[in-house]
């Protein structure tokens, strides 16, 4: 296939002049599923001339979007949740009373493997449908041997159901579920640690995530569960400082972890320590939304310190229903001042390194031929609108949808 007549944001800035790498009148050659070539039409090499050409008619070209952060496998709702919340009851209250992500537990167990897939398919289809290309899911509504490992056999089958790549994290140690309250250390012993070592023998984790935090799991209580990770050879990331500064960042990034993620309550030394580490900080604005959080990430001493700063649905039941990765851009300009040309270096290059993908997110030879084609003729029109995604075709692996 053969891109014509396309106005390209290859996000790289070596390839235009400005850091969307902005090129107006390129083209863009595919050859099965990776580009070929990609430049001014005017500079079109004659080897790529003869393919079948789809004229884009000046329509935004992008690399495929790329959500790094979602909880995209489980049962039931947490409507009411949001009602007490309105009301004035805190995430924290809510969790300490057994709702928050134990309510979820609870629908997760009971549900069997082909209802999880049901019941996920249509969000990943939501995904889909607002440009995603690739899909980070988790596991971490079980909380049993069995049961986490049930999340991300469903986790795998999304990829063998859809057009799109689907990465999964291991996230047992998530929450302490009620037979292990007051025990965190022996969730981890028992539940989490046993469950890495099976999900990994049979192939289905492809990095390991926790959650850091005052009602969850201290850097402590972790440290076994990312040791072992490390020797496994696999990628660690963590939910750092969402609610309170834990040392979850300093601690991930002594991990050389992929990305720590949340973040309202980094501190400055954790802002070095993930700049040293090269760790990605993502960000998360539906959960920011969702909750009425007013703390605000830290966004300026982030980009001064030059930490890559990826955006994420963080599509969950309880603290972000969000299923689209347009929106999402769209509130972290909103809310945490990301300028548009972030906000889609963040669901493009930034959530690639997030992933520790090096084969997508920026449009280049060699590269998967994930692209999407917008109706628009400027990248900042994708953040710029709300609730809306004027995706007009998505090019999954050199395939047009």
Sequence with gaps: MLLTHATLATMDPRSGTDGYGLIPEAAVAISGAQIAWAGPMADLPA?????????????????????????AVFAGHRAVEFELRLKGASYEEIARAGGGILSTVTATRAATEDQLLALALPRIDQLIASGATTIEVKSGYGLTVEDELKMLRVAR??????????????????AIPPEFKGQARAYIDNVALPSLRAAHAEGLVDAVDAFCE????????????????RAMGLPVKLHAEQLTDQGGAAFAARHQALSADHLEYLSPAGIVAMAAAGTVAVMLPGAFYTLRETQVPPIA???????????ATDLNPGSSPLASLTLAMNMACTLFRLTPEEALSGTTTHAARALGLTDRGRVAPGLRADLCLWDADHPAELSYRIGATPLHHRIFGGRLD
């Excluded at 005052?214 to 990770?229: C, G, H, M, Y």
């Excluded at 001493?301 to 955006?311: F, I, N, S, W, Y």
Aim: glycine fraction near 8%; aromatic fraction near 4%.
């Design 301 to 311: 001493a982030l980009r001064t310190a030059g930490v890559p700063m990826a955006v």
């Design 157 to 174: 089958r999304i990829g063998r159901s859809r057009p799109v790549t689907v990465r999964t994290t291991h996230l047992a140690a998530h």
């Design 214 to 229: 005052t009602i969850a799991f201290s850097v402590d209580d972790l440290a076994p569960l990312f040791a072992e990770a």
């Design 47 to 71: 080897a790529f001339r003869h393919l079948p050409e789809r004229d884009c008619g000046g329509r935004l070209v992008t690399p495929g979007l790329i959500d790094c952060h979602t909880h």
